[in-house]
T-cell receptor, first 111, second 113 residues
Framework: NAGVTQTPKFRVLKTGQSMTLLCAQD?????MYWYRQDPGMGLRLIHY???????AKGEVPDGYNVSRLKKQNFLLGLESAAPSQTSVYFC??????????FGPGTRLLVL | GNSVTQMEGPVTLSEEAFLTINCTYT??????LFWYVQYPGEGLQLLLK?????DKGSNKGFEATYRKETTSFHLEKGSVQVSDSAVYFC????????????FGKGTTLSVSS
């Protein structure tokens, strides 16, 4: 039982490049979330999903897209990376919106 | 709007000192309240939670009581250890299905021996 895993752990992008961050959970949770963590800002919600095939915007969705084609996976895409998207990205999942379980994070540096 | 405010850090303590990290919230309705801990280089782990007024959450010697009258959820520990050095986040969740957590900005705790 791995819990929540994230791929990759670290990535460097040039401005304008695209990439996809993968989140996978093996707890059969309905709800999944993507947050970004920036110094002095805490964690802010980017997008979330309440079930397979559904997604919704969070507090800071601009510049990101998401997909939840399978219940266990939640993908976060950056179509054209910008330096302002340099951050640590955390995925989380929960069952019926209760306690959220977090992945180890992905550090992204956009040059 | 809904928000969480926690004390600015960093907090620097000696081993066995008493710890308090203040957290207050603004929310509609009756949220659930959480403390998460993030050790260096890791993701967030749930430390404790409380789902209704006057509930006390506790874990690993840490405690926090849900105070509706003061809209607070202060984290306390009677005797900190070096291994408690981490970033602590207070968070709330509105009691609606699927809602995400709203976090405070985090408080860095550094404990020295």
């Amino acid at each position: 039982n791995a819990g929540v895993t994230q791929t990759p752990k670290f990535r460097v992008l040039k401005t304008g490049q695209s990439m996809t961050l993968l989140c996978a959970q093996d707890m059969n949770h309905e709800y999944m979330y993507w947050y970004r963590q920036d110094p002095g800002m805490g964690l802010r919600l980017i997008h979330y999903s309440v079930g397979e095939g559904t997604t919704a915007k969070g507090e800071v969705p601009d510049g990101y897209n998401v997909s939840r084609l399978k219940k266990q996976n939640f993908l976060l895409g950056l179509e054209s990376a910008a330096p302002s998207q340099t951050s640590v990205y955390f995925c989380a999942s929960s069952d019926r919106g209760e306690t959220q379980y977090f992945g180890p994070g992905t550090r992204l540096l956009v040059l | 709007g809904n928000s969480v405010t926690q004390m600015e850090g960093p907090v620097t303590l000696s081993e066995e000192a008493f710890l308090t990290i203040n957290c207050t919230y603004t929310a509609t309705g009756y949220p659930s309240l959480f403390w998460y801990v993030q050790y260096p280089g890791e993701g967030l782990q749930l430390l404790l939670k409380a789902t209704k007024a006057d509930d006390k959450g506790s874990n690993k010697g840490f405690e926090a009581t849900y105070r509706k009258e003061t809209t607070s959820f202060h984290l306390e520990k009677g005797s900190v250890q070096v291994s408690d050095s981490a970033v602590y986040f207070c968070a709330l969740r509105l009691n609606q299905a699927g809602t995400a957590l709203i976090f405070g900005k985090g408080t860095t705790l550094s404990v020295s021996s």
